[in-house]
DNA sequence: ACCTGAACACCGTTCAAGT
DNA sequence: ACCTGAACACCGTTCAAGT
């Protein structure tokens, strides 16, 4: 069943299928070697290392001959994104809830090791091997709990995104990463001060409380390891709570 | 109390602090003026159509004379952030669970009226003044349902995560924008399709028993109205869940 | 068929010079 | 003091020419 369709070379290739080329001189690239220098740049110096020519010289070619294996920089980003992500960990014998915590803080920490992923705009819905072995391994360890497929995957996207979200406000606002620097502020103890000066208490009202309140002094506020679980359980509590209902015997709505 | 901070320069004229120029031919231009211009060229033809350039040509100056206002076309992005959005829905009289899922919907709304807004990388903690009306409305919301404020701004930060994945997810499955297109797909019934043809049943059981039985045809797996309130319920009920603990006495965690 | 090198049309940003 | 125009160092991408 379903009629094979034409796919975008990339993502050909991601899968590993690398055209067969029958006549001239043999390739001497392939997509994961260019791809995979492209990573390394990015993590040594940032999303903003990596041009045609950088990762080119890398493995060391001319620029232009990169896009006989990708059709522009995008491509190359949209294959970085797959191509970083390693081995989800083995839902096998997991109760449920600890391995969707699980998942999420790899994922979570996956961002953190390589934070230019969080620049790759993109949001796409995955169609790399590599995260689709993830969505796969949550649906497995959804199996059985009393969910609809649809369900299961709205739970993935719910997670995934919680992961981004924390993961960017880790880069940002806490762990001394230069990502917020250049607008002058360090962390989360500067931030909580450059608001009390910001903010107009009259139009702030509940803000203003917070924030002399102490909410954001230190770590306390926005940025710490209690701060992901928190959000975490808050997540794995609706999904229980939606599990119960479902097992109580109604309708889906 | 507090310090004054010494704030970078776009900071403080988001905040309509524009510096008072004493000598000299008086400014043609303010932040507003091109901050909007800008996010008209966005709004028209997406973020790849706002250059210093085409900015400039619109509020009828030199390239570089933006840089009397701007430090770098990085602020002149944050400064978008910011001025795209509007006031916050006014939380008075309104439960708790309503107001949140009301703020929430209205972010994502935001999101999807100005879909280059997702492209801006930088999840970063909100420094300007309209952005921050959100966080204080929400705080005002969550006023004495007995969650200290750290957890009330981890509860923001949650709904506004969903809001960014939700609306990434609509933008590029769903609605017929043409963000997946040069991937070569065009909804949500494509996707499937595409993944059947992908997947390996071995390597991926879960996942192609649900492509197989349907979960990503048509509406139903990833995009509509439906899956936005699913997860947006999710996390309320977390919230709920997390609220009625606090009620019922028990220890912060 | 793969790869190179020259070339093109753009970028963001600087700086000296005008008013 | 604001704004301009020339200039700089880069981009991503094309295409004809080599092998």
Redesign the interface.
Known sequence: ????????PV?ERL?GREPVSRRGPRPRLDLGMITSAAIEIADAEGLTGVSMASVASRVGVAATALYRYVGSK?DLL?AMVDFVVSAPPDPAGRPWRDYLALWTRAQRDTLLEHPWL????????P?GPRR??W???L??AL?GVGL????????A??L???A???A??VT??GGGEP??D????EGAD??G???????DPE????????V??G??RGA???VDD??F???L???????E??ISRRASGEDA?
């Open positions: 069943m379903a009629q094979e369709r034409a796919l975008p993502v899968w995008e949209t969080l620049q790759i705009a993109r949001l796409t819905p169609l689709l072995l969505l796969d391994r649906l497995a199996d609809d497929d649809g369900e299961k995957i709205n739970v996207s719910a995934t995104g919680y981004l979200t924390d960017a406000l940002t606002v990502q917020f250049d607008a002058g502020i500067d931030y001060e450059v608001l009390a000066g910001l903010l139009a702030y009202p509940a803000l203003s409380a917070a002399r309140g909410a954001l306390e506020g926005w209690g701060d679980r928190f959000g359980e808050l997540l794995l509590d609706g999904v709570a939606l709505g």
